[in-house]
Protein backbone atom coordinates (compact mmCIF):
# COMPACT_ATOMS: atom_id res chain seq x y z
CA UNK A 1 0.00 0.00 0.00
CA UNK A 2 1.81 3.24 -1.01
CA UNK A 3 0.57 4.78 2.51
CA UNK A 4 2.04 2.11 4.16
CA UNK A 5 4.93 3.62 2.16
CA UNK A 6 4.73 6.46 3.28
CA UNK A 7 3.27 7.88 -0.16
CA UNK A 8 -0.24 9.83 0.43
CA UNK A 9 -3.28 8.61 -1.56
CA UNK A 10 -5.91 11.28 -0.14
CA UNK A 11 -7.87 7.92 0.43
CA UNK A 12 -9.50 7.75 3.98
CA UNK A 13 -9.69 4.31 4.07
CA UNK A 14 -11.24 3.34 6.94
CA UNK A 15 -14.20 5.44 6.07
CA UNK A 16 -13.69 3.03 2.83
CA UNK A 17 -14.39 -0.05 4.43
CA UNK A 18 -17.23 1.73 6.28
CA UNK A 19 -18.70 2.61 2.86
CA UNK A 20 -18.11 -0.78 1.86
CA UNK A 21 -20.39 -2.12 4.71
CA UNK A 22 -22.57 0.42 3.94
CA UNK A 23 -23.47 -1.30 0.54
CA UNK A 24 -23.02 -5.14 1.59
CA UNK A 25 -26.02 -3.96 4.35
CA UNK A 26 -28.25 -2.72 1.01
CA UNK A 27 -27.27 -5.37 -1.47
CA UNK A 28 -26.85 -8.75 0.08
CA UNK A 29 -26.38 -11.65 -1.81
CA UNK A 30 -24.60 -9.63 -3.87
CA UNK A 31 -21.02 -10.57 -4.21
CA UNK A 32 -18.44 -7.56 -3.09
CA UNK A 33 -14.53 -8.29 -4.54
CA UNK A 34 -12.07 -7.03 -2.17
CA UNK A 35 -10.24 -8.57 0.47
CA UNK A 36 -9.32 -5.13 2.65
CA UNK A 37 -12.59 -5.11 4.65
CA UNK A 38 -12.80 -8.47 5.99
CA UNK A 39 -8.98 -8.52 6.66
CA UNK A 40 -8.72 -5.05 7.84
CA UNK A 41 -6.09 -2.87 7.89
CA UNK A 42 -2.98 -4.20 9.12
CA UNK A 43 -2.18 -4.17 12.82
CA UNK A 44 0.01 -0.87 13.34
CA UNK A 45 -1.01 0.55 9.91
CA UNK A 46 -0.20 4.53 10.51
CA UNK A 47 -1.39 6.78 7.36
CA UNK A 48 1.84 9.37 5.50
CA UNK A 49 1.98 12.69 6.56
CA UNK A 50 0.19 15.06 5.00
CA UNK A 51 3.46 16.43 3.46
Do not use: Q
Not at 15 to 39: H, Q
Not at 41 to 46: D, E, S
Amino acid sequence: MFEAMGVRTGIDLERLIAARAIVARALPGVPLYGMLAPAGLPLGFVAASGS
